[in-house]
């Protein structure tokens, strides 16, 4: 069965610097991957997912992720974060036979001013 | 188009009893799936069902069970409640299909058991 793992459970940035998240995977075959993002009190909100093709996935928000499969990682990056980015962030895989989506720990996200 | 909605929000419940969780999905979307957010445990998967089929299933007890109707609305329910069903349940829906299919999430229903 697929799993992700998110190193970091927690990091803090200065607001205008840039971010980068880990997530690193596990998975047989060729994954779906995604990244979503989910604010205190709320359900969870896509950023990006990859499925095939460049391995450099622009998101909302100005995230983008990169997918390297020699490393099974699909790195989370903003090259300037803002004060709203605080969040808890969620990397996540799935098969392509079935919707059984795996989810990482998250990662909480505080962006300092 | 309308999003996933959940009912109820919040609900609060005594160990023992049992309660049924309800998701609206966005309208045209045949897979819904379930899962529960916990601070010790994450999210967790708990099942997927497309067309009225339960597709697949979590590492949940069977006091977790749920179903889908004609109209794709799904409801979860859960019997003879434990403290540790105390938990934020999230439902998703997504076209389906495939893993690939993005999976749009509900507000979720947060469940207090005392």
């Known amino acids: 069965a697929q799993s992700v793992t998110q190193p970091d459970i927690h990091i803090t940035v200065s607001e205008g610097a840039s971010l980068e998240l880990r997530c690193n995977y596990s998975y047989g075959a060729t994954p779906y991957l995604f990244w979503y993002v989910q604010s205190p009190g709320q359900g969870l909100q896509l950023l990006l997912k990859?499925?095939?093709?460049?391995?450099l996935v622009q998101g909302i928000k100005g995230f983008e992720a990169e997918f390297k499969r020699s490393q099974s990682s699909f790195n989370l990056r903003k090259p300037s974060v803002h004060w709203s980015d605080a969040a808890e962030y969620f990397c996540a895989v799935a098969g392509y036979n079935n919707n059984d989506m795996r989810f990482g720990a998250g990662t909480r996200l505080t962006v300092k001013p | 188009k309308a999003g996933v909605t959940q009912t109820p929000r919040y609900l609060i419940k005594t160990r023992g009893q049992q309660v049924t969780l309800s998701c609206s999905p966005i309208s045209g979307h045949r897979s819904v799936s379930w899962y529960q957010q916990t601070p010790g445990q994450g999210l967790q998967f708990l099942f997927e069902y497309f067309s009225e089929t339960q597709r697949n299933k979590g590492n949940f007890p069977g006091r977790f069970s749920g179903r889908q109707f004609s109209n794709s609305r799904s409801e979860m329910n859960v019997s003879t409640l434990e403290l540790g069903d105390s938990a934020l349940y999230l439902c998703?829906?997504?076209?389906?299909?495939?893993?690939?299919?993005?999976?749009?999430f509900g507000p979720g229903t947060r469940l207090t058991v005392l």
């Open positions: 990859y499925f095939s093709g460049d391995t």
């Open positions: 998703a829906s997504s076209l389906g299909g495939t893993g690939g299919n993005e999976q749009f």
